[in-house]
């Protein structure tokens, strides 16, 4: 089946410091990737849609400016945590809309631990 | 609006038992997915089943077996005979078909732990 990859898989950082994490998917082409947070033991919460080519669009209470984000190839979306505070540490999944010819299928990374010191 | 309840928190079963996950759902739309993903201690997300709103067939594979019942607005999730590997949480999640939105809703997810 289709693959989605996430790098880094974990990650630890200063506080202040920007953390940048990738989204492929593998084997297909994704004009659409989506990126959530989770903390611990609770749901998964989306946090924006990354559109190839344009800008992504976020969530209500979402910072843009804090969780900046780059779809700049059909494979390949990145988000990337600006000066990152101790609040931001959660897990981050994204996932890749593959357009199938008779349905759209989502499918999600293994996720990226952020843990912000 | 959507909206995913899962009203179990945490389910805590023998091996070897039989357990149901709970899920209700609300949605205005007539043509809706509804899914099953499996979420082990690892993070990452198992994609489990899809359901699209007008196939209300119920669903076996292997030990897992599903119930969708428009009816009651519900599609809950059985495993027979559990395992201990099948501790994990599990989520259960509404997309509405129409609009081109295919974006899933997730409920608060059910803990499942399976004791040996």
């Known amino acids: 089946g289709a693959v989605v990859s996430q790098h880094p898989s974990r990650v630890i950082c200063k506080s202040g410091t920007s953390v940048k994490i990738e989204c492929r998917s593998l084997?297909?082409?994704?004009?659409?990737m989506f990126w959530y947070r989770q903390f611990p033991k609770q749901s998964l919460m989306l946090m924006a849609t990354?559109?190839?080519?344009?800008?992504?669009?976020?969530e209500q209470g979402v910072e843009k400016d804090k969780f900046l984000i780059n779809h700049a190839s059909l494979t390949l979306s990145t988000l990337t945590v600006t000066s990152a505070h101790p609040e931001d540490s959660s897990f981050y999944i994204c996932s890749a809309l593959n357009q199938g010819v008779w349905m759209e299928t989502q499918y999600f990374g293994p996720g990226t631990r952020l843990l912000v010191l | 609006a959507q909206k995913v309840t899962q009203a179990q928190t945490e389910i805590s079963v023998v091996e070897k038992e039989d357990v149901t996950l709970d899920c209700v759902y609300e949605?205005?739309?007539?043509?809706?997915?509804l899914f099953w993903y499996k979420q082990p201690p690892s993070g990452e997300l198992v994609f489990l089943i899809r359901r699209n709103s007008f196939d209300e067939q119920n669903e076996i594979s292997g030990r897992y077996s599903w119930n969708f019942q428009k009816s009651t607005s519900s599609f809950n999730f059985t495993i027979t005979a559990s395992q201990v590997v099948d501790s994990a949480v599990y989520f259960c999640a509404l997309s509405e078909g129409t609009g081109g939105s295919y974006i899933p809703t997730f409920g608060r997810g059910t803990s499942l732990i399976v004791h040996p």
């Open positions: 084997d297909f082409q994704a004009t659409t």
């Open positions: 990354s559109n190839e080519g344009s800008k992504a669009t976020y």
């Open positions: 949605t205005r739309d007539t043509t809706y997915y």
